[in-house]
């Protein structure tokens, strides 16, 4: 019987439950997906609700709750905020729940090019701008990543157990990049959101010879204008700079219209 498994035998389990809203349930699949020791957390907790193994109960009343998916809709803001009322914590579980992620690039984008997939008569499904779950209710720990990784998951779930203090990771991919002996796709030309993105991923994507797009998230100390200029100086330009910074975090990123136009503008002005 291991030591960890010895304090958590004192007190009552944990309640955890997993839930998704509009998403595509890779993140709830990258929890069952750590063979290797699922089976030991779940000795360790009490799953309350998870789909695909256990009911969902909307009101059960839970320790820390796994949320995936982004709200996209009046009926993903309900659960979530019944679920937020529900659980002691709130975790923000993958790219979608963090940032928005993908679908919320749809607000940098026309109406018209949208509209036609819009629900209208159903009130369930009422569209509302796709937002990350922290733009409606509050978010306790985040777990970022397209998909998250799984020992972050299992990492998590087990410190949380023991009483410890989930810290994120806060240095950028480029840390993890440099450890794993990979050459700088930037000194290739390729435009790698690495320097501003945090790591805890283990440079996966880098690993592979493709570059990062961000999906976890910025650091909280990116230094959003040198990563544009160097990324100008590698040759690309405004256009495919934002469309990049945009696809996984632009929400996150409210300021990046003032970096990237914001002091030509200033420029401007002065000079008038």
Not at 24 to 34: P, R, Y
Not at 150 to 174: A, D, H, L, W
Not at 187 to 195: A, N, Q, T, V, Y
């Amino acid at each position: 019987m291991t030591k960890l498994f010895q304090i958590t035998e004192k007190k009552e389990k944990l309640k955890i439950g997993v839930y998704g809203i509009t998403g595509c349930a890779g993140c709830q699949l990258s929890v069952i997906f750590n063979e290797d020791e699922i089976l030991d957390v779940v000795s360790l907790v009490d799953f309350k609700a998870f789909p695909f193994i256990k009911e969902v109960n909307l009101d059960q009343e839970f320790d820390y709750v796994f949320i995936e998916g982004l709200v996209a809709d009046q009926e993903d803001l309900e659960v979530l905020e019944k679920i937020r009322k529900n659980t002691k914590f709130l975790v923000s579980l993958g790219a979608c729940a963090c940032t928005g992620c993908v679908p919320a690039y749809r607000q940098f984008s026309l109406k018209e090019n949208y509209e036609h997939l819009l629900y209208k008569k159903v009130q369930d499904l009422e569209d509302i701008k796709p937002t990350p779950v922290d733009a409606h209710v509050k978010v306790d720990y985040y777990i970022p990543g397209c998909p998250p990784d799984k020992r972050e998951i299992i990492t998590f779930i087990k410190n949380v157990v023991m009483g410890k203090q989930p810290k994120p990771y806060e240095s950028p991919v480029c840390v993890e990049c440099r450890r794993n002996g990979n050459q700088c796709l930037l000194d290739l030309g390729k435009p790698c959101l690495g320097p501003i993105t945090a790591g805890g991923c283990n440079s996966v994507c880098t690993n592979g010879g493709f570059e990062c797009w961000g999906c976890r998230g910025p650091t909280k100390d990116m230094n959003l204008d040198l990563m544009i200029n160097i990324l100008k100086e590698k040759g690309f330009d405004e256009k495919f700079i934002q469309d990049r910074l945009r696809t996984f975090v632009g929400l996150k990123l409210p300021m990046l219209e003032k970096v990237l136009h914001g002091k030509d503008n200033a420029e401007s002005h002065n000079k008038n």
